[in-house]
């Protein structure tokens, strides 16, 4: 292989750096009963740690990628690594609910923008014709923590102290921030366009269409999965450290499932990857309703509920991007951003629809509302369909 070929160093610690704000985004559910019992709170007003943090990001992300435009990449990329360690140090050492949910707000100052970012450092990175290559292996720090750092973090947080996963992500912002300094070189700012023509792209209702759909797909998984290690433990039996042990199954789901739905986005076609999968997961999570009680039948659906869920994420971003640049091609960028806010406003969207059913005491039916979601993301994905048709038709 020549060395024109090879991964840039830099792309390995934006991968360190996504690996640290993975586990920090999702971390909590694993140890959410563990925060209910020490801050003496129910476990619905637990999950807003979830909720809230996923709303923030939605929100802060579309405006802080177009106010720090102008900023140098590499400058910009410490500074929200060095934010997202404040924050996480921030939750470690609160004494309360109300500090440590400012602890999550400060990191979602860096999430959204990192990874809106870092992408296009990755790309810019890569070698010619290998920029899809670089992202995905910044990206795979995401999945990583879901398949390893989310379920340790969870085991240490139940069996010792739920602080030490958060202090353990701050060290793993340090050694990225480390990472990043030396590693990434100065990169020259270029912006999409103007911000009236990046603005300009929430006029376009097959942009906001397809931003429905993310919130609706992905956010559907979120009602039950919000809730799942108390699903675990309370419904379907498991102890609390084998329900931490059983996360590694849901992680190690949602990295095949990445690789194999970035696959189907590319042979099926996005809008018919997501039209199967979402079926798929509609169908999984009525089984899931019915299976719950069952330890047996639960191992399989877990690992058929985690691989659906995040298999669809490729499929959502080629949406997105392939509908930007047809519909807005001077904002591909804040395109890519309204997408991110799209993941996380689904986020929002499930946790608050399980939050409601376990406040009335119905954690069983965290399953339904999450069938219910999927069955609505398939109504704007058949009319983004037909408004959009593919463009590769030779």
Same mark, same amino acid.
């Given at each position: @292989? ?6 840039? /160093? ?5 991968? !360190?750096?996504?690996?640290? !704000? &993975? ?7 694993? !140890? ?14 637990? &999950?807003?740690?979830? =909720? ?5 990001? +939605? ?10 435009? %102008? ?31 400012? #602890?999550? @707000? ?8 990192? *990874? ?12 010619? $014709? ?9 990206? +795979?720090?995401?999945?990583?923590? @879901? ?5 340790? &973090? ?10 030490? /996963?958060? *202090? ?34 929430? %006029? ?14 992905? =956010? ?16 379907? #039996? ?12 849901? #992680?190690?789901?949602?990295? !095949? ?11 099926? $076609? ?39 869920? *995040? &298999? ?7 949406? @997105? ?7 807005? /091609? %001077? ?21 608050? +629809? #399980? ?11 965290? /399953? ?16 983004? %369909? ?9």
């Amino acid at each position: @292989m020549s060395i024109q070929q090879k991964t840039h /160093p830099g792309v390995y610690a934006l991968a !360190i750096a996504a690996f640290a !704000i &993975g586990i920090a985004e999702f971390v909590v559910v694993g !140890i959410l009963p563990s925060l209910a019992t020490a801050f003496q709170i129910s476990l619905s007003r637990a &999950g807003g740690l979830v =909720g809230f943090y996923a709303l923030a990001l +939605a929100v802060g992300t579309p405006v802080l990628v177009l106010c720090l435009a %102008r900023i140098p990449r590499k400058a910009l990329l410490l500074g929200l690594i060095a934010v997202f360690l404040a924050g996480n140090l921030v939750s470690a050492l609160a004494g309360s609910y109300a500090v440590l949910l400012t #602890g999550r @707000m400060i990191t979602t100052v860096a999430h959204g923008s990192f *990874f809106a970012i870092g992408a296009t450092v990755a790309a810019h990175l890569a070698p010619k $014709g290998q920029a899809g290559k670089a992202i995905a292996l910044m990206f +795979a720090g995401l999945t990583l923590a @879901m398949v390893i750092g989310v379920p340790l &973090g969870s085991f240490i947080g139940n069996a010792a102290n739920w602080r030490l /996963p958060f *202090f353990a992500v701050a060290a793993l912002a340090a050694l990225a921030w480390l990472a990043t300094l030396r590693l990434v070189p100065a990169i020259e700012v270029h912006a999409d366009g103007t911000l009236a023509e990046q603005l300009a792209a929430l %006029r376009q209702p097959a942009i906001l269409t397809m931003m429905t759909v993310t919130v609706l797909g992905f =956010g559907a998984s979120f009602a039950a999965f919000t809730f799942v290690t108390p699903i675990l433990t309370a419904i379907t #039996g498991f102890s609390t450290n084998s329900a931490s042990v059983l996360l590694v199954v849901f #992680g190690l789901a949602t990295l !095949i499932g990445n690789l194999a739905g970035g696959r189907w986005a590319v042979t099926l $076609g996005w809008r018919s990857a997501l039209r199967r999968m979402i079926l798929c997961l509609l169908l999984a999570f009525i089984i899931l309703t019915v299976a719950m009680s069952h330890k047996v039948a639960m191992v399989p659906m877990l690992f058929i509920w985690g691989a659906l869920a *995040f &298999g669809m994420s490729p499929a959502f971003q080629a949406g @997105m991007l392939e509908t930007a640049e047809r519909y807005a /091609p %001077r904002a591909v960028g804040f395109a890519s951003a309204l997408n991110i806010a799209g993941f996380n406003l689904g986020i929002t969207l499930g946790q608050n +629809a #399980g939050s409601v059913l376990v406040s009335h005491e119905l954690l069983a039916f965290t /399953p339904l509302a999450s069938a219910v979601l999927s069955a609505l993301a398939l109504l704007p994905l058949s009319r983004l %369909r037909s408004n959009t048709p593919p463009t590769h038709n030779t």
